[in-house]
């Protein structure tokens, strides 16, 4: 997003500025995407519907793991909106099956590993910040990845698709942004 409003030298590093110990990014903006932008539409289609699923399942994961109740009510709505969000993929594609998809529901929206997100979050409390804190990670993530995909798509039908992800991944963002606001108001 800041690359399109023509900011240079922008980077995203995991585990943000506390992770950072000076070493810098090499390499082209596009590598890697090559993984997501050759194949079928249906193979999208399912990449995007397990990132979905694999998202919802961290969320009830993370609810059994914590003890306080407005925690567990906002993982709740978090999960129910990765389930729409599903159901709204099946309605725009029937055709295409959700099922038989490579990826084992360990990659999230974002390309992040669901397993180590657990092991980072079982060995502290889960607060309310840090679960809208890690939602907002992983849907910006997911809006970059989408909007990527978008740019440098050739088929007119996987275009559509991911520009109705970015769509999907800007509504999930401002809700969350909204829940931040509560937390801090």
């Known amino acids: 997003m800041l690359l399109a409003e023509n900011l240079p030298h922008i980077y995203n590093m995991s585990g943000g500025i506390v992770a950072y110990n000076g ?101 502290r409390v889960v607060a309310q910040n840090d679960v809208i804190q890690l939602g907002m990670m992983l849907e910006t993530q997911a809006y970059d990845l989408y909007s990527r995909l978008a740019k440098k798509s050739e088929n007119p039908e996987s275009k559509e698709f991911f520009e109705f992800m970015v769509g999907e991944e800007k509504q999930h963002l401002v809700f969350l942004s909204n829940e931040y606001d509560k937390v801090l108001g």
Do not use: I
């Open 23 to 123: 070493g810098k990014a090499v390499g082209d903006e596009a590598f890697g995407m090559e993984f997501f932008v050759s194949g079928e539409f249906s193979d999208v289609f399912r990449m995007s519907y397990a990132m979905e699923e694999g998202l919802q399942q961290l969320y009830l994961t993370l609810k059994d793991l914590c003890e306080d109740k407005d925690v567990k009510d906002l993982l709740s709505r978090l999960a129910r909106f990765e389930e729409g969000h599903k159901a709204k993929l099946k309605a725009l594609f029937p055709h295409v099956d959700e099922k038989g998809g490579e990826n084992d529901l360990n990659t999230l929206e974002g390309g992040y590993n669901k397993r180590q997100l657990l092991d980072h979050f079982k060995s």
